[in-house]
């Protein structure tokens, strides 16, 4: 049985079967010859890819295996396939922070201008331009590196080129350090206006130095911001000396460059200096100088006096806008509050002011005075900006005080414990300058004998300076309870320095020969006692109140009284010995009290700057 089976498959093997077994090995052999084959090309492109890759071609019209492996000799945070979208989407290049190897953002190494080269052997997209407007100096801008073509800043190698390369594009010198900038690269600010090249777009750094990638079509107002804040404060404050006072200030929109240096300027450090471009109103131009102050009125043949500005060491004190300054006080009340000296301040203001409103008429006294002395207050409207500019008269911001005696006569004393009584009239207006100093230097005051009142209980004896204190803190507690620092801005001005010579203002002290300013400090008096006690009770205030302490910068000004020039008509005494009258407290109009309102002027601009940035914060 097994015998026929074996003849019988022997015979199938021999027969028909043969062929078709054939058949289906032929098959099986062309299928594995295909896929060795496949393998084999495989490996060999495999091989030939790794080979190519490092043994990078250094021709530049072949950038791929160039710019997919360059990375390995620099330090990036892009990622690895960055290069590869860089050369099909050129604009699209992705944020990235570069330091060469061994470089960092030295630029020493640097060309000596700024440099846009085009090679015309790359291929890119037309020559489309477009414009970068930079800052008026560089000189202050982090350096930057140089970058080659088809570099983005996330590539790191740097190559030299030649100074002679074809199809260069040169810009004016206006940097001490150049860059060789190429196309589809991100490029630093230059100082001119730079003309890039097709594919490029601009690129600002910031303090620290790393570039920051924008495109060429997403500028934004905030670039200039950016821009500016490259430059260093040294460079801030040297611009800001050398630019001449006159050109700062003919707008509200110059004055504005300028306000982060007066923030945290002390606008009493300072001198003197002669500019022919004032005063800020013309002399005689404003009638309603009192007699007291119109030195030029009153005979006074010299006018230098009139031709100083102050100047802090700091920063660059804006002349007065008296129309931006009318803007800012708009629906608003300035009020000063204090003795003559405030009413000297007043009145130059208020005239500072008038100049600049074509329609004369459209300024008054609210209450049609025309003479300044006598009154409690006064109040100057602006009717096209319903603004008005009040004075109080206050000498001690505390109230004069009538004692009745046992005789049915009255004594005269101080109330150290109540506030001024035309209080409640001014605790709500917006801006509020106080003054007191000039009154604790009369006689009855500086004795201090049976004159000051708490309560009911009148000192037989008391210090001055005490004295000062006491009123000062009914002063400041009536301030913290009864005006709204959110709405108010407090100040008080400083003791104003005087300068009689031979005597007092009561006996024959006089200045009229004085017609410059003093130039050295160690002329200069000592700091007044009365305004250290008023340092220390600003202090304690829970109210922010600006100290505006013309201490110092009136001592320099013997040069600015009225002096004899004080008043046309002269009683038969004061004809008899005119010299022994002299007024060496006050201030001629125009004159020094313009430089205070100035200061006045650039706070306002500074308290403006910080409410903005609160609203912003909020």
């Not at 019988?8 to 052999?29: P, R, V």
């Not at 003919?250 to 005063?279: A, E, M, T």
């Not at 005006?483 to 300068?499: I, W």
């Not at 009689?500 to 400090?521: A, L, R, T, Y």
Request: charged share 20%; aromatic share 10%; with cysteine.
């Amino acid at each position: 049985m097994a015998d026929t089976t074996a003849s019988k498959h022997l015979s199938s093997t021999n027969g028909g079967n043969i062929i078709t077994d054939m058949k289906n090995l032929s098959s099986l052999l062309k299928t594995r010859t295909t896929v060795t084959f496949a393998y084999g090309f495989m490996l060999a492109f495999v091989a030939f890819t790794i080979f190519l890759a490092f043994s990078p071609s250094p021709n530049s019209s072949s950038p791929w295996f160039t710019n997919i492996f360059s990375s390995s000799a620099s330090t990036s945070t892009a990622s690895p396939d960055s290069s590869i979208f860089s050369y099909l989407l050129p604009n699209n290049t992705p944020t990235t922070t570069t330091t060469p190897r061994g470089q960092g953002h030295d630029s020493s190494s640097l060309p000596s201008q700024n440099t846009t080269r085009i090679n015309n052997t790359l291929s890119q997209p037309p020559n489309t331009k477009a414009e970068a407007k930079a800052p008026p100096s560089a000189k202050n801008l982090t350096p930057s590196t140089v970058l080659q073509p088809h570099q983005t800043a996330n590539s790191s190698i740097v190559i030299k080129e030649p100074d002679f390369a074809n199809n260069q594009t040169q810009t004016a010198p206006n940097s001490n350090e150049g860059q060789v900038l190429k196309p589809n690269q991100t490029t630093v600010a230059v100082p001119s206006t730079t003309q890039l090249a097709a594919n490029q777009s601009e690129n600002t750094p910031t303090k620290s130095g790393p570039f920051v990638k924008k495109n060429s079509g997403d500028q934004e107002k905030g670039d200039v911001k950016s821009v500016a804040s490259n430059f260093t404060a040294s460079h801030l404050k040297k611009q800001s000396n050398v630019t001449k006072q006159s050109n700062e200030t003919d707008s509200g929109v110059d004055v504005k460059q300028g306000i982060d240096d007066l923030v945290n300027c002390d606008f009493f450090d300072g001198k003197w200096v002669k500019d022919d471009s004032y005063p800020l109103y013309r002399p005689g131009s404003c009638s309603l100088i009192d007699e007291q102050f119109n030195c030029i009125l009153n005979g006074r043949p010299d006018k230098d006096y009139q031709k100083y500005k102050w100047r802090p060491q700091g920063c660059t004190l804006p002349r007065l806008n008296p129309g931006h300054m009318l803007d800012m006080l708009r629906g608003k009340r300035l009020v000063f509050v204090g003795d003559s000296l405030n009413r000297n301040m007043w009145e130059s203001l208020v005239c500072i002011l008038k100049s600049s409103v074509k329609d004369q008429s459209k300024v008054f006294e609210v209450n049609g005075r025309v003479h300044f002395r006598g009154e409690a207050s006064y109040s100057f409207l602006f009717k096209d900006y319903n603004c008005t500019v009040e004075f109080f008269v206050s000498p001690f911001l505390v109230q004069e005080w009538e004692l009745p005696e046992k005789d049915g006569s009255k004594k005269e004393t101080l109330r150290l414990d109540l506030v001024g009584r035309s209080s409640s009239q001014y605790k709500g207006a917006d801006v509020i300058v106080f003054n007191t100093g000039h009154w604790w230097t009369h006689d009855k005051t500086s004795r201090g004998k049976d004159y000051y009142q708490e309560g009911s209980h009148v000192y037989d004896e008391l210090n001055v300076l005490e004295a000062f204190r006491k009123a000062l803190t009914t002063w400041a507690r009536w301030v913290d309870a009864n005006v709204n620092p959110m709405k108010s801005l407090v100040l008080f001005r400083g003791y104003s320095a005087s300068h009689f010579s031979g005597g007092q203002w009561n006996s024959g002290g006089q200045c009229d020969s004085e017609v410059e300013p003093i130039k050295n400090v160690t002329y200069l008096r000592e700091y007044p006692p009365k305004m250290l006690v008023l340092e220390k009770v600003l202090r304690n205030m829970k109210t922010h109140v600006r100290y505006l302490n013309v201490t110092q910068m009136t001592d320099f000004r013997k040069d600015g009284h009225p002096s004899v020039y004080r008043k046309q008509n002269l009683s038969p005494v004061e004809r008899k010995s005119p010299l022994l009258f002299q007024d060496c407290s006050h201030w001629c109009l125009p004159g020094v009290p313009d430089a205070w309102n100035e200061i006045l002027y650039a706070e306002l601009l500074v308290n403006e700057k910080k409410k903005q940035q609160t609203q912003k914060r909020q």
